[in-house]
Structure formats: C-alpha cells, structure tokens
C-alpha cells in the first residue's frame, strides 16, 4: 500500500471516529437537555412555592449546556472547513451535514425550552386590568441573545390549555 493510501485511510479513520464521537457527545447532550427540560418544568411548579430560589441555579446549569453544545457546533464547523480544504470521497460530506443538522436541532431546542415565565401575572384578572409579566431566556447570555434580542408574544391562556400544551410537549419528546 502506498503513502498515499495509508493516509486516505487514517484520514478516513480519524473522521470515522469523529463521527462516533460526535454521536456520543449528542446523546450525552439530548439526556442533559432532557434533565435540564424536567428541572424547568419543576421550577416553573415551584415558582408559586419559593420563587426565585432555584433561578441562579437553574440559568448556571442551563448556560453550561448551551456552552456544550456552542462548542460541539464550533467542532463541527471546523471538520466541515477541514473537509473543505481536503476533499475526500465517501460519505464524509453528508455526515457533517447531518451532525451539523442535528446541532442546529439541538439548539433550537434548548432555545424554546429554556424560555420561561419568571414573574407571571395573577391567578384571577379583572377585566380592563393592566398587569405586568416577566419573560427570560436561560441561556441569552451564553448564546449572545442580547445582541440581537428576539421579539416575543404571550397569550393568556386557562390552566387547562397549559396543562393540555404540557402534556403535548412531553408526548412529542
């Protein structure tokens, strides 16, 4: 075997195990995500109880994650520029774009699940009433949200229809 081969070969070897690597790293991250995911339904339960108690912790372990994932992202980038300047044949190009895909997925998805109520209105509103709520992201500062600050709406919805969009969101999981 030629020089030439047994450098194809490690090379092909070395993204083969990226690619193994980088399906471990995903799933250890869905299990955090999925952790992360239970501890804000329990803080959203227990914001009538203790309020803001668990907040600084919360935004800690959420902001590691994203700093995980941000970083598992700028790897893949890197192996796409490096496959970019080394082109090699085989199934290395269709890879990256689907472990890119799937980081962009993983993100989008710690983005909607880490946006929650931090001040909610009353129970019971009277009509005509003004009020004020409090919406946070989790994981804005990790992921420089503040730079270019989303536009959000809210909708007042019964606590049946919250219970109904709960009960959705962990059927779809």
């Not at 020089?3 to 399906?23: D, G, H, P, V």
């Not at 999925?34 to 804000?40: A, C």
């Not at 372990?61 to 980038?77: D, P, S, V």
């Not at 989008?108 to 509103?125: C, D, G, W, Y």
Request: charged content about 25%; some cysteine.
């Amino acid at each position: 075997m030629d020089s030439m081969s047994q450098k194809y070969q490690q090379i092909n070897q070395a993204f083969e195990e990226l690619r193994l690597l980088t399906q471990d790293t995903e799933n250890d991250l869905r299990k955090l995500q999925h952790n992360q995911e239970y501890f804000i339904i329990q803080y959203q339960e227990s914001l009538r109880i203790q309020g803001e108690s668990r907040l600084l912790l919360l935004v800690a372990g959420c902001e590691k994650l994203a700093e995980t994932i941000w970083q598992n992202r700028q790897q893949i980038r890197r192996a796409e520029h490096l496959r970019q300047q080394l082109p090699i044949p085989g199934p290395i190009e269709e890879l990256l774009n689907e472990l890119s895909s799937t980081i962009t997925d993983i993100i989008s998805a710690l983005v909607t699940s880490t946006f929650i109520i931090e001040k909610q209105p009353p129970q019971v509103l009277k009509t005509q009433t003004k009020f004020a709520a409090t919406v946070r992201l989790l994981v804005g500062g990790k992921l420089n949200v503040h730079m270019n600050p989303p536009q959000v709406k809210a909708t007042i919805i019964s606590e049946q229809q919250a219970k109904a969009l709960l009960k959705n969101e962990s059927t779809r999981k």
